[in-house]
């Protein structure tokens, strides 16, 4: 199975692949650039580049603009890098099974419309299993543990899952086109 067919972790939620993970790393090499250039324009104050306070005022609020774009951007890669790490792991002995999810629970979170707690239910050898999404949100605290907005994608309805038994791990597919 290729990592890139994963859209989520039931513990983690969203995992990054494909244009979304291009996006991020366009977008950090973007936001490093308006740095960059401003320390272009200080060095052609020396060959009479002229500053005045509306300039300043813009470059001032593209600079902080930009390093908060690129430290989200860092924070998120580095995040998706190690549950890269340990989807690689529970690959090990995963195993793709149809799974029926469902809604357990719904909330509202700032910018985001809607986040849902789901749990899945899939059958393994005669032997029923449930497991509920777990684990944190990026940047939420204890109240939205579990919530995600990927499973808004994925709830109420039949999904193909991999399973690591060892692990006990559940990973959701991407929906096949």
Not at 5 to 25: C, E, V
Not at 38 to 44: D, P, Q
Not at 80 to 101: G, Q
Request: glycine share 4%.
């Amino acid at each position: 199975m290729k990592i890139s067919n994963i859209d989520a972790s039931l513990k983690y939620g969203r995992f990054f692949t494909g244009k979304w993970l291009a996006f991020l790393y366009s977008a950090l090499i973007i936001a490093f650039f308006i740095p960059l250039i401003t320390i272009i324009m200080i060095f052609l104050t020396f060959f009479g580049l002229v500053w005045d306070n509306d300039m300043i005022f813009a470059l001032a609020f593209c600079n902080v603009f930009s390093l908060s774009l690129a430290a989200i951007c860092l924070w998120t890669i580095i995040c998706n890098n190690k549950l890269r790490k340990r989807i690689v792991m529970w690959l090990e002995d995963a195993i793709e099974i149809k799974a029926f999810s469902k809604t357990l629970a719904t909330r509202s979170f700032l910018l985001q419309s809607k986040l849902v707690k789901m749990k899945v239910r899939f059958k393994l050898a005669d032997v029923d299993y449930v497991r509920d999404s777990a684990g944190k949100m990026l940047g939420a605290g204890k109240k939205l543990e579990g919530y995600h907005k990927i499973f808004v994608k994925y709830a109420d309805r039949k999904i193909n899952i991999l399973y690591s038994s060892k692990y006990d791990q559940v990973l959701i597919l991407k929906d096949k086109k």
